[in-house]
């Protein structure tokens, strides 16, 4: 079974940066395309950015463009998401989630907390 944990989530002011990191495990990290979403309160949950396996081709939605990088470490089984000049409408639950078919995600962490004061 796969499991995903995040973490490095917590308060920033705007302009600051985190990285949060993705813990997976249950079977073979390289397989799976991995992505990150989030959801604000409120709101529905929404895609912040992808990577694939072996090429590492990145895709990102168009307000962290920019400002947010999303990589991963095949050796250590992790995928990271560094946040650069954050801003308050960044604050939202940040959830991991990792999937073999395209598009398609099939498993997903608690999510980490991202609180970005103006």
Sequence with gaps: ???LVESGGGLVQAG???RLSCAFSGRTFSR???GWFRQAPGKEREFVAAISRSSGTT???NSVKGRFTISRD????TV???MNSLKSEDTAVYYCA???RTSVYDYWG?????TVSS
């Design 59 to 61: 895709t990102y939605s």
């Design 98 to 100: 990792a999937g073999i």
């Design 80 to 82: 990271y998401l560094q």
């Design 32 to 34: 799976d395309r991995m």
């Design 74 to 77: 095949d050796a250590k089984n």
């Design 1 to 3: 079974q796969v499991q």
């Design 110 to 114: 608690q999510g980490t907390q991202v």
């Design 16 to 18: 600051g940066s985190l």
